[in-house]
């Protein structure tokens, strides 16, 4: 796992919550929701790609 990718977790979920707190401050919660999972989207797809690479390194190390 590289720190790029925790850099990127990272900044997805900060401003994944800061928005959804302005837009809970404004009354706009419906919308916090859907950009609250949005950013679960967004994260899950960056986590596919490293899980699909670590797949592959374990089909590489055992030869299947």
């Known amino acids: 796992m590289d720190l790029d990718f925790v850099l990127k977790v990272a900044g997805i979920g900060m401003v994944v919550a800061i928005s959804c707190q302005i837009l809970s401050k404004v009354g706009r ?21 490293q899980i699909s690479e670590l797949f592959d390194t374990v089909r590489g190390i055992f030869g299947i």
């Open 29 to 49: 919660d419906d919308q916090g929701t859907l950009v609250s999972l949005a950013g679960i989207i967004a994260i899950l797809v960056i986590l596919f790609g």
